[in-house]
C-alpha cells in the first residue's frame, strides 16, 4: 500500500467510484474520479481482486466534470455526484440497470430511458442529522463519509427548504439551552438526531427528536422549534437509550404542535407521521408508481401488494382491481395504511399485517386460484429466496417489480426467468446526485 500509479478511469462503479485497471490488471475503485480522466493514485487498500486509491493528482479531467455547489460534498456520506454534469449521471444510472441485466444473463433490450428529475436539487422530503461535539459546542449535521464523525452542516443542497429551515435554527437552540449532544463512542450525552421530514402540499413540517432520555431542556427545544422555525407544525420525541448507532428507539410521542402532516402522490392524499415510511421524493414516486401500473390492464380480479408500507401502491391500484390484498410486517406502517385508506374512501382494500413470504406460502398451500397481479417492493436486498420460489408456485399472470438496488432486481429476475419473462423495464432518477437508481418492471407469465 501506498504505492502510486498512473490510472485511466474507464466506467463508473456502482457506488460513485472511477473504475480503472492497474498496472497488475486488478480493478482500482477511486472516489471523486470520472469516466475519461487520467490520474494519479495512491493505493489504500489491496484485496484479492480489487484496490482503492485516492486521487493525488489530474493528468486529465472529463469535460462533463462540474464544480459541486456544496463545500461539503466528498466530506460527507450523503451526494456522489455533484461533480458530474446530470446528463452524465442519468446516462451512467441507465446504463447500470441494463448492464445488470446482461450480467445476470436477461436481455436489456426491454429497458426504456431513465425518467430524470427536474428538480436535481431540493427534492428530498426527509433528512435524518446527527449531533456531535460537545455541551455548549454542538454541531449537528452529517457523517463523515465512512465514519461516524458528524460534520456540522447549515444546508444540505438535496433537502426541501422546510428541512433545511429547520436544520439551520436547531443547532443554535441547543447550545443555547446546553443541551448535551450524545456520544456514541461513551454512550453520554441526551440528544442523538434530529429527523425532519416535510410537506409540499401543506408547506409544513414535522421534527422528531431523538434523545437518550427526556430532560425539560428537550421540551424547551420542542417549543422554540414550533414557535419560531417558519412551517413546523409538530415536533416529537423518540426515546432510545440503548448505546450503539441504531437510531430510533421504540417509543415515540408528541411533545408540540401535532404528529402529522399529508402528501399527495396522483390524486392521492397520504398521512405521514413522524416515524412512517414514505419515499422522500413525491415529485419522482409520482413517476414511478405511475410507470408500474401502466403495467395493469384496466381492470382485474385481484391484487396482492407484498411489502406494502403505508399503502401507497395498494391505494394507487385500488381502482385497477375489485379486491387488492396488502401485506406488511410494520404496525406503524400497518395503522398508516389504513388511515390512508380511509382518507381515500377505499373500501376494496384489506391490510394484512404479516410476512410477505409467510402470507404467500399460505396461499400456495391453501390452492387458491392466484391473484392476476403481485406488487413487489422489496428493500435493497431484494426478494427473500423463499418469496421467489413461492412466486413460480403461486402464479399470477403479472408481477410487478419495483426495485431500489438493480443488482438485486436482475438477480432476483434472473431465478423467475423459467417462469416469467421481462416485458418492461423502467429506471427513475429518484435521487439525483446520489448513485442510486430505481426501477419498475413488468414480468408476465409464460405461455400467458
Known amino acids: ?113 431513465i425518467r430524470t428529475c427536474a428538480h436535481p436539487y431540493g427534492y428530498r422530503n426527509k433528512g435524518q442529522f446527527p449531533f456531535g461535539g460537545q455541551v455548549g459546542q454542538a454541531v ?53 438526531h434530529l429527523l425532519i421530514r416535510s410537506s409540499r402540499l401543506q408547506g409544513q413540517s414535522l421534527v422528531l427528536i431523538v434523545a437518550t432520555r427526556h430532560d425539560p431542556r428537550i421540551m424547551t427545544l420542542a417549543q422554540t422549534l414550533l414557535n419560531e422555525v417558519p412551517g413546523v407544525h409538530g415536533v416529537g420525541l423518540n426515546l432510545n437509550p440503548v448505546a450503539g448507532n441504531r437510531v430510533l428507539g421504540p417509543t415515540t410521542r408528541v411533545l408540540a404542535g401535532e404528529g402529522d402532516i399529508y402528501e399527495r402522490i396522483l390524486g392521492a392524499t397520504f398521512r405521514l407521521s413522524m416515524t412512517s415510511f414514505f419515499q422522500v421524493n413525491p415529485e419522482q414516486a409520482a413517476v414511478l408508481y405511475e410507470a408500474a401500473l401502466a403495467c395493469l390492464p384496466e381492470h382485474v380480479d385481484q391484487i396482492l401488494d407484498l411489502y406494502s408500507g403505508v399503502g401507497t401502491l395498494a391505494t394507487l391500484a385500488a381502482s385497477k382491481a375489485t379486491t387488492v390484498r396488502a401485506v406488511e410486517t410494520n404496525p406503524v406502517a400497518v395503522a398508516d395504511a389504513r388511515v390512508n385508506f380511509a382518507l381515500n374512501h377505499i373500501d376494496n382494500v384489506e391490510m394484512n399485517a404479516a410476512r410477505a413470504e409467510e402470507l404467500l406460502a399460505q396461499w400456495a398451500k391453501q390452492g387458491k386460484n392466484p391473484p392476476w397481479a403481485i406488487i413487489v417492493d422489496p428493500p435493497r436486498a431484494g426478494l427473500d429466496r423463499h418469496v421467489t420460489k413461492t412466486l413460480q408456485e403461486v402464479r399470477p399472470a403479472q408481477i410487478i417489480y419495483i426495485s431500489c438496488n438493480p443488482e438485486t432486481w436482475a438477480r432476483d429476475l434472473a431465478q423467475l426467468a423459467p417462469v416469467y419473462s ?21 414480468l408476465l407469465l409464460n405461455g400467458n
Request: glycine fraction near 10%; hydrophobic fraction near 40%.
Open 1 to 113: 500500500m501506498g504505492e502510486r500509479e498512473v490510472l485511466a478511469i474507464d466506467r463508473m462503479g456502482q457506488h460513485g467510484d472511477g473504475v480503472g485497471r492497474g498496472k497488475d490488471g486488478r480493478l482500482v475503485f477511486v472516489p471523486g474520479a470520472l469516466p475519461g480522466e487520467t490520474v494519479i493514485v495512491e493505493i489504500r487498500e489491496e484485496h484479492k481482486n480489487f484496490m482503492r486509491g485516492v486521487v493525488i493528482d489530474w493528468l486529465a479531467r472529463a469535460s462533463d466534470r462540474t464544480h459541486p455547489i456544496c463545500p461539503a460534498f466528498g466530506v460527507c456520506g450523503g451526494c456522489v455526484f455533484q461533480h458530474w454534469d446530470y446528463a452524465s449521471e442519468v446516462r451512467y444510472k441507465e446504463s447500470r440497470v441494463r448492464r445488470a441485466l446482461r450480467l445476470a444473463g436477461l436481455d436489456a433490450g426491454v429497458v426504456e430511458a
Open 140 to 192: 449537528l449535521g452529517l457523517y463523515r463519509h465512512g465514519t461516524h464523525e458528524v460534520v456540522g452542516v447549515q444546508h444540505c443542497d438535496i433537502q426541501d427548504d422546510r428541512v433545511n429551515q429547520v436544520l439551520r435554527r436547531a443547532e443554535a437552540i441547543v447550545n443555547a439551552i446546553a443541551l448535551p449532544p450524545y456520544d456514541e463512542v461513551h454512550g453520554t450525552g441526551i440528544v442523538r
Open 422 to 442: 421481462l416485458q418492461r423495464a423502467v429506471p427513475v432518477d429518484m435521487f439525483p446526485r446520489t448513485d442510486h437508481v430505481e426501477v419498475a418492471s413488468c
